[in-house]
């Protein structure tokens, strides 16, 4: 049985998962290849990606102003010199000049959002030319078992997820419309997209995945232990929750879920 984790503790994980995959870098796209001057990250979160672990961008790109916001405030440390953080509703727009970036980064962060083409629109504009949005967000309308359907109090729990979600303008299986919004804007001299299915059972080939697919539930599992306290008016009670996670946590299962990452080059 997995423990249940700090919010920051994993997210922190569940970033080395992500930088893992990437072959130690911070995204699939090439920053690497002309180094960024100026870095946004959207939704920062514990600070994961931009400054509190091993593999950040503050530390990657030590030469870049390297800027996040987030709608609640960072948890207290110090920051490097390079790094500033805003403390921001993004729904209301951004304290900052178009193409002020040479990178912007949203991980997980355009489901949670209402109306989130708005947020992408704002967040292009942001852009430099030649300058890259990175996109990452998941379809878990397309979680698996065994390529089947889903057991039913894991299908429950995730059926009464998406109706929250929705009936708060919210889209939880945004990152399979990532492609087409992007490539609606015209901004962009060059899209790619890499749809990756998670194995949450740890039943794959590759070990990477399986690292992925580890932090992935153990993320699961804090998510459903937290669920019935703030849901559960809802629908979403102690009981689904206690089936989802026996479910989520039977080794038989051969659960998956697709993950989109999306790089894309400003025009």
């Known amino acids: 049985m997995f423990p249940v984790l700090s919010i920051s503790l994993r997210l922190d994980r569940l970033h080395a998962a992500f930088t893992a ?40 790109f030590p030469a870049a102003r390297v800027v996040a916001v987030d709608i609640n405030p960072l948890p207290p440390r110090a920051l490097p010199r390079n790094v500033e953080f805003h403390q921001v509703d993004i729904s209301q727009g951004f304290p900052f000049e178009s193409s002020s970036f040479d990178v912007v ?9 209402p109306q989130p083409e708005q947020i992408l629109e704002r967040a292009i504009d942001l852009v430099k030319p030649g300058g890259w949005l990175i996109v990452e967000d998941p ?13 039913p109090g894991m299908d429950a729990l995730l059926q009464g997820w998406f109706r929250i979600f929705r009936s708060r303008e919210l ?10 919004i992007l490539e609606r804007s015209d901004a962009f001299a060059e899209i790619r997209v890499k749809k990756v299915t998670i194995p949450i059972s740890e039943k794959s080939e590759d070990d990477n995945l399986n690292k992925f697919g ?3 539930r153990a993320n699961m599992i804090c998510t459903g232990h937290d669920m019935p306290r703030r849901f559960a008016h809802q629908g979403i009670t102690e009981d689904v929750a206690r089936a989802y996670l026996e ?21």
């Open 21 to 60: 995959l990437f072959g130690n870098k911070l995204s699939f796209a090439p920053l690497d290849d002309s180094p960024p001057t100026s870095i946004l990250e959207i939704g920062s979160g514990s600070g994961a990606w931009f400054v509190r672990t091993e593999m950040n961008a503050a530390r990657r």
């Open 105 to 113: 980064h949203a991980r997980l962060v355009m489901m949670h959002v």
């Open 139 to 151: 379809d878990d309308e397309q979680m698996l078992d065994g390529g089947g359907p889903l057991g």
């Open 171 to 180: 889209e939880p299986c945004i990152g399979r419309r990532l492609e087409e």
């Open 214 to 216: 580890k932090a992935w």
């Open 247 to 267: 479910e989520l946590e039977d080794p038989a299962r051969c659960l998956t879920t697709d993950m989109y990452f999306v790089w894309a080059k400003k025009k």
